[in-house]
């Protein structure tokens, strides 16, 4: 039996979550005590009791030996980022397109990754950790911290795509031109990208690009000295000053 596309059409809208197996959130966390920093991205399930934010917040800090002013401003990021998610939650989203453009621009350590590939909206059994583990395996890459790294940015790009999509529906009923607005909007904001990209992989496919497309968006992968990178961090911490 054909599976019905859980995104919503023109008329008949879905309610928010993000297009994969489970509905995960995104965390990122970048704070900064007394001039030391700490960093992490993972992923948190919006339907865990809050309580256990402070417990998690509480065990990173002691696990890393950070102080303890760190515990409040952690507990605080990540609550606030799950407030956000569940802000929409409940609300109705359309998508215009099946496929969109995902960009991996990012550095884990000293590797470098550079990718462009589709991601089917449609599909709501990917799993961006399974694809990372494959990309990972497929591009020799040995650092484990570079596969959870790359789940992570796919998430948050579907974590995008999905708000703008409620944000849309939103706009489009305030507008006295409805439809004919969201159509519009839909095939010149969401689908720009997807539509010529739709051109160069054909109807069929999926995360995994074809072959013969590579030379196209071939991903790039560099292992950077450490000079190389060191020059990289100076370079961001100017950048943030």
């Not at 074809?210 to 060191?230: H, Q, T």
Request: proline content about 5%; glycine content about 4%.
């Amino acid at each position: 039996m054909k599976s019905h596309s859980p995104w919503g059409t023109s008329k008949n809208p879905v309610k928010f979550r993000i297009p994969t197996a489970d509905n995960l959130v995104p965390i990122r966390l970048d704070i900064e005590i007394d001039g030391q920093r700490f960093r992490d991205a993972f992923i948190w399930n919006p339907s865990d009791p809050d309580s256990e934010v402070v417990v998690f917040a509480k065990r990173t800090v002691k696990d890393l030996k950070l102080p303890p002013a760190f515990v409040t401003q952690i507990a605080q990021s990540i609550q606030t980022q799950l407030t956000d998610f569940r802000s929409y939650e409940g609300q109705d989203m359309y998508t215009g397109e099946k496929v969109v453009p995902i960009k991996l621009d990012l550095r884990v350590n000293h590797t470098l990754v550079k990718d462009h590939f589709l991601w089917d909206l449609n599909n709501f059994e990917s799993d961006p950790e399974e694809f990372a583990k494959t990309f990972c395996k497929d591009m020799g890459i040995e650092d484990p911290e570079v596969g959870p790294a790359i789940a992570i940015a796919i998430r948050e790009q579907l974590y995008e795509i999905a708000v703008q999509s409620v944000t849309t529906t939103r706009e489009s009923r305030l507008n006295k031109k409805g439809r004919k607005w969201l159509e519009y909007n839909q095939s010149s904001k969401t689908g720009a990208n997807a539509v010529d990209l739709f051109k160069l992989f054909g109807n069929r496919s999926s995360v995994v690009r074809k072959r013969k497309e590579w030379d196209v968006y071939e991903p790039i992968v560099d292992l950077l000295s450490n000079e190389e990178v060191d020059a990289l961090e100076a370079k961001q911490e100017r950048n943030t000053r």
